[in-house]
């Protein structure tokens, strides 16, 4: 939490020190109620199941071309050949 000197400074009046401290507890507050808003947490959740599954599904394509090359490979070997 912000503490600010409630007296009179050269920079303003009290009155003004005492407002600028309200809209520094007020800011703290907002930052508080921000962090324990869970709202936003579902979000993320999904955006990083989404992601996993973008892993998993590159990582398979990336196993399974090879074999498909492979493979494409061998008939296209068999076409050439006459078999």
Known sequence: MTFLLLRPTAGGSFRERAAEALRAMRGDIMIKRFLQNETGLELSEYAVAAALVAIAAAG?????????????????GHI????
């Not at 398979?60 to 296209?76: K, S």
């Open 80 to 83: 050439t050949a006459g078999k």
């Open 60 to 76: 398979v394509f990336m196993a399974l071309g090879d074999a498909i090359t492979v493979r494409i490979n061998e008939l296209a």
